[in-house]
């Protein structure tokens, strides 16, 4: 049977090119919201640092309704970081809408997820999005799209895909480039025209693959899925099953069933197929567990998510200052924290290690720990991290391998010569190199992932911030070769104590400094990065001694040059092997692993 009523459907495209902006509209343009309604802008992106850093971490869902038939829209991240939330909601849906910058084409994460899509034999709607933006080129970014379906070998019936024009931010859509600017109907139509209705047998046993986790404190946690088969009601007994895992069958009772509406979870007594459905009342439930009938438990098969290619330690803070500033500082509550994150996050992993202070966490990318990191911050957590490192594997013949990526970057040309050079000195290989629009120069490079930490904050120097580089993780190679993180040293806090204005005005001589007079300080912290590839130890803390002379230039007020303000990832990359992030609610401090100078100098010679 065919659910006519229904369709289901992924917005999926690069980072930025305006796919959750396009679902606002979506739902302004379905009725949604009042007329006179106050709507903040990106109003999927519903986490604090989604709406900082206006990029989509998690996936979300929503329904609108359009002509009596119910859409089901997945909105999904375009970061590679989370290049697992797509690959596994993709399950959810049978067409997808692939959103293509109409200036910037065609970029590394729309391979990636158009990869995912074409994979699973999904439909895909092509919009070609920001058409008003003064240098858009529509016509040969169609081209280029084209292109790239048949670089993924993709089938006939897949390229013969409708193209939609559109302007998510002024709010219309339209079939050809010569219509008149309306609203977002013609979109509407093509999801309805194109995107096959869900299929199933609404008699036969239940079958609901679980896709997505959410976790609310009052209910615990809420699976997600699509209904492939059969019906489900409130209280119906079911079992858990999973196709990776042969062993698991479960018994459970459905708690209450919901389904999307807008931006809302609307209860429902019974769903049934084609509809996905929101479930509450199981406790352990995980992505990738099918819950069925008990008379038929058959599970639905479901690809492994990708593995993680970098770690990071977590541990308790142990520095003199540990303790001051956060809520939740011990082992118990760092574990407690990390654990309940594997409920929503599958990308990530927690190990424990042969300290009890101490836990593994791996992830897909910097941003991906990162984000982690800055969540556990506001939440009062108080720990230390470790610089990331990556995670390397062994083949047959026990050579080692590390993961490479692909890495885009979009230069003006002036700056090719720097960027060439720097990467290269990174392992990086340059596999092409072509003219873009706006005196731009496109490098393609295949680079190592640990050539890649760290240098962010250097690119946006080095091309006075007007470079855009993108990465995609592009499977295990051969080991490169030792690399030399960084070219610099750091300056180290001498002693404990206040930062005085004297102390810091002989030592900003030495390089740059990370802090201002009054903060406090303690011996083996860094404060400072020196230009040469040494560690200095000096006194901030030291005041002018008092004599009972007094020249007339002895009270010239000392001029400070002002000190660098560190964000989270600036810290994430400056801190090298021997170093430590000490990351509390209020302050972000950089510290050696071993404070006392004595024994750091022993361990740096046992190296």
Avoid: W
């Avoid at 509406?261 to 439930?285: F, H, K, Y």
């Avoid at 400072?528 to 803390?541: L, R, S, Y």
């Amino acid at each position: 049977m065919k659910r006519e009523d229904v369709r289901n459907v992924a917005i999926i495209a690069h980072v930025d090119h305006g796919k959750t902006t396009l679902v606002d509209e979506l739902l302004k343009s379905s009725g949604v919201f009042r007329a006179n309604q106050e709507v903040v802008e990106r109003v999927m992106d519903s986490n604090d640092i989604e709406r900082e850093r206006g990029i989509t971490i998690l996936s979300k869902n929503t329904a609108v309704f359009y002509n009596d038939i119910r859409i089901n829209i997945i909105d999904t991240p375009g970061h590679a970081d989370f290049g697992g939330e797509v690959e596994r909601v993709l399950k959810m849906v049978n067409g997808v809408i692939l959103v293509v910058d109409a200036y910037e084409g065609p970029m590394p994460q729309t391979k990636f997820v158009l990869k995912k899509a074409l994979e699973l034999d999904l439909p895909a709607i092509v919009c070609i999005n920001k058409i008003d933006r003064p240098e858009a080129r529509p016509k040969e970014v169609i081209d280029e799209v084209l292109e790239l379906f048949m670089d993924l070998d993709a089938s006939d019936e897949q390229l013969d895909c409708p193209f939609v024009f559109a302007s998510a931010r002024a709010g219309f859509a339209k079939k050809n480039l010569e219509d008149p600017e309306g609203d977002m109907r013609p979109l509407f139509e093509t999801i309805v025209d194109y995107i096959p209705a869900p299929e199933g047998d609404p008699k036969a046993d239940a079958q609901i693959l679980i896709s997505t986790i959410d976790y609310n404190e009052y209910v615990g946690r809420i699976g997600i899925g699509k209904i492939d088969n059969g019906t489900v009601r409130v209280n119906q007994e079911c079992v858990i099953v999973n196709h990776h895992d042969p062993d698991k069958l479960r018994k459970v009772k459905l708690g209450k069933l919901y389904q999307f509406d807008g931006l809302n979870r609307v209860e429902v007594a019974e769903a049934t197929v084609g509809d996905i459905v929101a479930m509450s009342g199981i406790t352990d439930l995980h992505i990738g567990d099918t819950i069925c009938s008990p008379e038929n438990p058959q599970s639905i098969p479901f690809q492994k998510i990708s593995e993680p290619t970098i770690a990071m330690n977590f541990m308790v803070n142990d520095s003199p200052l540990a303790g001051q500033e956060g809520k939740f500082v011990t082992s118990r509550h760092i574990r407690e924290r990390l654990f309940k994150e594997l409920n929503t996050d599958v990308s990530l992993r927690v190990e424990e290690t042969d300290s009890p202070d101490c836990f593994k966490v791996s992830g897909r990318g910097e941003l991906h720990l990162s984000v982690l990191i800055e969540n556990m911050r506001r939440e009062g957590y108080e720990f230390a991290v470790s610089k990331a490192e990556v995670l390397y594997k062994y083949n047959e013949r026990n050579q080692k391998q590390e993961p490479m990526e692909l890495a885009y970057i979009d230069v003006p040309e002036e700056f090719t010569g720097n960027v060439i050079q720097k990467l290269t000195s990174r392992k990086g290989e340059l596999q092409g190199m072509s003219p873009v629009s706006g005196g731009y120069t496109r490098l393609e490079f295949a680079i190592p992932s640990r050539g890649l930490i760290g240098y962010r904050g250097e690119f946006l120097t080095d091309t006075k911030g007007n470079g855009i580089m993108n990465t995609i993780f592009d499977g295990y190679a051969p080991y490169k070769g030792d690399l030399n993180y960084r070219k610099t040293g750091s300056l180290i806090a001498y002693e404990s104590g206040e930062t005085i204005t004297y102390g810091l005005f002989n030592a900003q001589e030495r390089g740059l400094l990370f802090v201002g007079p009054g903060e406090k300080v303690y011996g083996g912290m860094v404060i400072g990065q020196n230009p040469k590839a040494e560690d200095i130890e000096v006194n901030v803390c030291k005041t002018k001694k008092l004599t009972n002379t007094r020249s007339s230039s002895a009270d010239e007020a000392l001029k400070l040059v002002p000190k660098k303000e560190m964000s989270l990832e600036q810290c994430l990359e400056f801190i090298d092997t021997d170093e430590l992030l000490e990351v509390t609610p209020k302050n972000l401090r950089i510290r050696k692993k071993i404070l006392d100078p004595t024994l750091r100098k022993r361990a740096s010679f046992k190296k």
